[in-house]
């Protein structure tokens, strides 16, 4: 796609979504058994103010891809309905590409392309082609410049296959593809994507996941990431955003959270021949051994302490070194030892 644009008040190198303490919090009713109790709960205020996200700040850049992950109900859609202007906060303020979003919502739509996994802006019945014509004129999208970017999103997700096929006959990979295909046909300079893969195989995830990264990398475009897949984070993402029970828990670099949260990275090492048996008392301090199978042994050890040729050199005395692989801990762990951390100290303040 072409380069995309962006509004006179956001240049290169300056945020472009900044949220300063953004706080939503939901009224919930009381419930209250029987008839009369259910007429009196639509006109009393009893009830409750319930937080769904808590003092939430950030600036993300331009061309940035961040991922903004949390459990179900930690407040990561919340977040982006009111990035969208779709919900306006209880406190806090926000602007994305320039605009306060639930003030401006109708310029920003133009700023703007959204893709909710479990749901589809295209119509139903229509084949995919006439939904895509149809956006076109809502977005009020020149000729030229739709004829470039729909060619485009065809080449680069493969939709001519399935370009007259109904939207409800479509596979759900294929669907995801026109939603994406649908969210930037007007060149936005900020896509907001919730749970893009879900539900697909690995093939679909991966073309979504090529697509993204070199949309990316070709127009700078910048992209807010919600999903439960950690795949998709550790493809796409090199910043990362946690957040659980509406505020953030983590805010910064992969490399980062792996090295604060993570548990000891792995060498596994093929030797020519080892004994059956290595004392640990063998091996440099910090180092040991965590598997063996023949002459396939793991090491374990932490980063802080060793890089992996100081481990490989530590241990060239056990044989001859055939090959060797380096096993980072899975993301997924990692996520996990900083909501473990993060409840214990919680519970102990």
């Not at 063996?292 to 044989?319: H, T």
Request: proline share 5%; net charge negative; charged share 25%.
């Amino acid at each position: 796609m072409s380069k995309v644009g962006q509004p006179e008040s956001v240049l290169d190198g300056e945020p472009i979504i900044t949220a300063d303490g953004l706080t939503k919090e939901f009224w919930i009713r009381s419930h209250r058994k029987g008839t009369f109790g259910a007429l009196r709960s639509l006109v009393d205020r009893d009830g409750k103010s319930v937080p769904a996200v808590r003092n939430v700040s950030f600036e993300i850049n331009r061309g940035e891809i961040v991922g903004y992950i949390g459990p179900n109900g930690a407040g990561k859609s919340t977040t982006i309905k009111m990035l969208t202007g779709i919900l306006v906060p209880s406190a806090g303020s926000a602007t994305v590409a320039g605009h306060v979003p639930w003030e401006e919502r109708r310029s920003l739509a133009s700023k703007i392309g959204v893709v909710f996994g479990q749901r589809t802006q295209l119509w139903w019945d229509l084949p995919l082609s006439e939904s895509l014509e149809l956006l076109r004129y809502m977005y009020r999208v020149p000729a030229d410049r739709f004829a470039r970017t729909y060619a485009t999103a065809i080449e680069l997700l493969d939709l001519d296959p399935f370009l007259n096929t109904p939207v409800r006959q479509l596979s759900l990979g294929q669907r995801m593809r026109g939603d994406l295909a649908a969210a930037l046909l007007h060149e936005p300079p900020i896509l907001y994507l919730d749970e893009p893969t879900i539900g697909l195989d690995l093939v679909a995830k991966t073309r979504i996941r090529d697509f993204l990264s070199e949309l990316n990398r070709t127009t700078k475009v910048t992209i807010l990431l919600t999903t439960h897949d950690l795949a998709d984070i550790e493809r796409l993402c090199r910043r990362i955003i946690v957040i659980d029970k509406g505020q953030i828990m983590y805010d910064g670099d992969m490399a980062e959270l792996r090295h604060r949260y993570g548990t000891a990275s792995q060498l596994i090492v093929d030797f020519d021949n080892v004994p059956d048996q290595i004392p640990q008392t063998d091996l440099v301090p910090g180092i040991a051994i965590v598997g063996q199978e023949g002459p396939r042994v793991r090491f374990s050890f932490k980063r802080e302490e060793f890089s992996a040729p100081q481990v490989l050199e530590s241990v060239g005395f056990l044989g001859t070194v055939r090959d060797m692989a380096i096993e980072e801990p899975a993301i997924e762990e990692v996520i996990g030892n900083l909501y473990r951390e993060s409840a214990t100290f919680q519970s102990t303040a």
